[in-house]
């Protein structure tokens, strides 16, 4: 019954002498925080476990490291030892913890915001499966929590870094937070959740983008808008985008972009705005995005489009904008241009190209038509 703790108390058990039992109590909380981490990350089955919970020093279990005897933790070392769960909150009570050790585990869950506030030099949690909350400890002094440290959303996140990189980021008009801490916090990325989510929208128009869209755009599986218009991109755009299976809103007006219209793009199948003007895009407008049901908005004017008009686009009964202007698209409007197949069209724009015949009747039968511009065509008759 008193509070003894420290060197050599094994003499405590041997003949008459009674010290109490537990005699040490000055680290119980310790003692606590190792057990609770031992039963959060599923001691039993770890590879080794040596002393744990056989001897009473702590200080002696396997992978543990302690000032002295019963003493403050410093030191805890358990790489490649099956440890599974996830990190409980009584890690923070190792206030004197230098090293933390426990790469190549099956750690899951988040990195705990509280690590920040330990005296960590050494930090390695490389090959778990982290992610969540606070990850910015990681690129702190000599951490190491692998790369990238978040398994949850590593392609999503590891695009992100791609699009800076090609797009020339460092000159970026705004950058704010870019390449550090929760990708959510981004300047231009919303996410769902909050927070290590899911990518949902990424909005970085008008800022300056100067490169070429990486490949790796495919990985945003779960994104809705995209925008990037009045920017400085250039090149083809990357098939993968077709991967982008939620995309509503894809809008990479006023660049430089050159190459076809993609048949990928016919896989976007909720697309509702499709804004790919002014560009430098050449070839035929590909009939396959007569089979974008859900689009509202099909803006390629502005660029060096050749061929015909795809009567295909007569399918797409829910739009409500056709802007080709400004290119050099020839043939005659086909006759699936009519009210019955375009039910919803109100603004229709195929100036400045050079198509010819006469202008069909069956345009006369689109009711809702409000902006109709021809001119600068080759068209005969009234």
Request: net charge negative.
């Amino acid at each position: 019954n008193n509070n003894f703790c420290g060197a050599n108390p094994s003499f405590c058990f041997v003949g008459p002498n009674d010290c109490g039992g537990p005699y040490p109590d000055c680290n119980s909380f310790e003692m606590g925080a190792l057990t609770s981490f031992y039963n959060a990350l599923n001691g039993p089955s770890w590879t080794v476990q040596t002393n744990w919970f056989v001897i009473d020093d702590y200080c002696q279990w396997f992978g543990v490291t302690c000032s002295t005897p019963y003493g403050n933790v410093t030191k805890i070392s358990l790489p490649h030892n099956a440890l599974s769960g996830t990190l409980p909150s009584a890690l923070s009570g190792f206030t004197s913890l230098a090293f933390l050790d426990l790469s190549n585990n099956n750690i899951t869950g988040t990195i705990p915001s509280f690590l920040p506030s330990l005296p960590l030099t050494n930090l390695t949690l490389v090959n778990n499966n982290f992610c969540g909350a606070n990850p910015s400890i990681c690129s702190v002094g000599s951490n190491n929590c692998g790369g990238p440290y978040l398994s949850c959303n590593t392609a999503e996140e590891a695009a992100l870094r791609d699009l800076y990189t090609t797009t020339n980021g460092g000159s970026w008009g705004t950058k704010t937070n870019w390449l550090s801490g929760d990708y959510c916090t981004w300047y231009g990325i919303t996410c769902s959740p909050s927070s290590y989510g899911h990518i949902t929208q990424i909005y970085l128009s008008n800022n300056g983008l100067n490169g070429t869209l990486p490949a790796s755009i495919g990985n945003f599986s779960y994104l809705t808008d995209l925008k990037l218009y009045s920017n400085s991109l250039n090149g083809m755009i990357p098939p993968q985008i077709g991967n982008l299976t939620l995309l509503i809103t894809l809008d990479l007006n006023s660049n430089q972009l050159s190459g076809t219209i993609l048949s990928e793009l016919a896989k976007l199948s909720l697309l509702n705005r499709l804004d790919l003007g002014n560009n430098q895009l050449n070839g035929t407008i590909p009939s396959s995005l007569g089979n974008l049901s859900q689009l509202q908005a099909l803006l390629l004017n502005t660029n060096k489009l050749t061929g015909t008009l795809p009567p295909e686009l007569g399918n797409l009964a829910s739009l409500l904008v056709l802007d080709l202007l400004s290119n050099q698209i020839t043939g005659t409007i086909p006759s699936s241009f009519n009210g019955t197949s375009l039910p919803s069209l109100t603004n229709l724009y195929l100036n400045d190209n050079q198509l010819t015949g006469s202008i069909p009747s069956s345009m006369n039968t689109i009711s809702t038509l409000t902006n109709l511009d021809l001119h600068n065509n080759n068209f005969c008759g009234a």
